[in-house]
């Protein structure tokens, strides 16, 4: 494991609270619901290929798990699907509401999900899957509410030096040798999943076959590294907590080392950050 992936990685499995991870995880998106655009900038260029993968379409009833502000919801029923998005945070469903006016988004946990056997033709997940402290319960439960035959799609990050939105903070935040802070709970690898093989056992681990898992590459333009800086800083849960709680000398020692690192990312009056994802798709056998 690199050291910018240290900490965002428990030392082992068994340290895991998966209940105050996951109540850390609501309230930090509560918070963000908000002030999550830059990132959605960036989450929403691979809707289309995500919802490819599960192969949705017209009269399709499809779920979206951890939907934040509903994007991939709406694009889903723009092709005519009938869609429900569920997250965790009140605020999030509210944004999704007030954005998305006419879609059904509700409150509700993916590791216990609220609805019967088989009865969605396919499951969608946003970048979702690592937020969660159950993953595989919670993929378990997206199986258990696709009807046979239906498809199950989820992306994750890649690893960070290759992803390098949330990388260059995690490269600078080890550069200083930041100790990860008391009050965040620990939760399962936020890079488990970044490695194919990782990503495919978690669908075929709860039955599902054709399993297939997919990178997608692009840069994202960002007009500064102030608005690099900020935008992370104001759409993430577990990132900007290792900067936001440390004292003030120490985030200014890890905002130096950031703006030495995206310099490589120049390109003239603005920056290109390279970003990388990891899709994985499977189908419930009939």
Request: overall charge negative; proline content about 6%.
């Amino acid at each position: 494991m690199a050291s910018s992936d240290r900490l965002l990685c428990p030392p082992s499995e068994l340290s895991i609270d998966p209940d105050a991870f996951n109540a850390f995880e609501a309230a930090g998106w509560q918070r963000k619901a908000w002030t999550y655009d830059p990132i959605a900038a960036i989450t929403s260029r691979v809707i289309t290929p995500l919802l490819d993968a599960a192969r949705v379409e017209a009269g399709m009833r499809v779920l979206d798990i951890g939907s934040g502000p509903g994007h991939v919801a709406a694009q889903a029923a723009q092709r005519g699907a009938a869609v429900v998005g569920i997250d965790v945070a009140t605020a999030m469903v509210e944004r999704a509401r007030r954005l998305h006016p006419g879609l059904d988004f509700r409150e509700a946990n993916a590791e216990a999900l609220p609805f019967a056997d088989g009865c969605f033709d396919a499951v969608v997940g946003n970048f979702s899957v690592v937020h969660f402290g159950r993953p595989e319960q919670a993929v378990g439960e997206c199986v258990r509410v696709l009807k046979a035959g239906g498809q199950l799609a989820l992306t994750v990050w890649d690893l960070p030096q290759r992803a390098r939105w949330q990388g260059v903070f995690l490269d600078a935040v080890a550069a200083v040798d930041v100790t990860a802070p008391a009050d965040v709970p620990p939760g399962p690898s936020f890079f488990r999943f970044s490695v194919d093989e990782v990503f495919a056992a978690l669908l075929q681990g709860r039955g599902l076959t054709d399993v297939e898992v997919t990178t997608i590459v692009f840069d994202h333009r960002v007009p500064s590294a102030d608005e690099w800086w900020d935008g992370v800083l104001a759409a993430t849960v577990r990132v900007s907590a290792l900067v936001l709680r440390q004292h003030e000398a120490m985030r200014d020692r890890i905002r130096a080392v950031f703006d030495q690192l995206v310099t490589e990312y120049r390109r003239g009056d603005h920056l290109e950050v390279p970003v990388s994802v990891k899709l994985a798709a499977g189908r419930k056998p009939r």
